[in-house]
């Protein structure tokens, strides 16, 4: 009734894209620092400036990996290197940002994943949300998830235990072994595609890629088993 294979005993969400549509929030902070970031230097610089573009940008260069790494991504895929000490500050900014978002704007959840989650808690399926984001406890809280999810592994816990990020699939290895099952006996759910990749990379059971962006094709390309528009479709 989930649409999962047999043996299937745990179920590791990303949140954002998955469970939440925080993503929104996420890309309009990104864009937010970027956009002031560039025009501030082709000001400076005598250059045209070219905004951050959410539907060409986010999903390449910044969703689902750690902050830092999706700074520095999109900001080389314009040529720009900077040292360490200023993609912290930049990425600082931007999680700033996203924490006055949330509590301004609040946390948007998609129903058919309560629903989802409903039906896995019903079938005593093991539960655990791995996300990049350092926000994910207060997400969870503010959108009304805690009670569905047995463990996390943020981007908190990442940098505790010196994780690296998505596209590595070491936080989605770790949330199996937290929650005491084998990575075969995993599944994945994941909108971006470095988390499908990572799901892929960890030879989980089988990985979900939850389509919010129109990228089904390469969903799959990255490894996706099967895609879905909503998580309700697989009940």
């Not at 006055?100 to 058919?112: N, Q, R, S």
């Not at 808690?121 to 047995?150: H, K």
């Not at 990020?165 to 599944?187: H, I, N, Q, R, S």
């Not at 990749?197 to 989980?204: K, L, N, Q, V």
Request: charged share 25%.
């Amino acid at each position: 009734m989930l649409g999962l294979p047999d043996g299937t005993r745990a179920c590791l969400f990303d949140l954002d894209g998955v469970l939440t549509d925080t993503a929104s929030v996420h890309a309009a902070a990104w864009k937010q620092m970027f956009d002031d970031y560039l025009r501030a230097r082709a000001e400076r610089d005598g250059t045209e400036f070219v905004p951050f573009d959410v539907s060409a940008d986010y999903g390449p260069y910044v969703d689902g990996k750690p902050r830092l790494d999706g700074t520095d991504s999109f900001l080389r895929s314009r040529g720009i290197v900077l040292d360490h000490d200023e993609l912290v500050r930049l990425s600082t900014i931007k999680n700033e940002l996203v924490q006055e978002k949330i509590l301004t704007v609040g946390v948007e959840v998609y129903p058919g994943s309560v629903r989802y989650l409903e039906a896995v808690r019903e079938a005593g399926l093991a539960t655990a949300v791995v996300s990049s984001s350092a926000n994910a406890a207060q997400v969870l809280e503010v959108a009304g998830l805690t009670r569905y999810i047995d463990h996390r592994v943020d981007g908190v816990t990442a940098k505790e235990r010196g994780l690296p990020g998505k596209p590595a699939p070491d936080t989605f290895l770790a949330a199996a072994a937290d929650l005491g099952v084998g990575k075969e006996e995993a599944v994945v759910f994941e909108d971006a595609l470095a988390g499908v990749e990572a799901g892929r990379a960890g030879g989980f059971g089988f990985v979900v890629g939850v389509d919010r962006l129109g990228h089904a094709d390469r969903l799959r390309a990255a490894g996706a088993d099967v895609v879905v528009a909503d998580l309700e479709e697989l009940l």
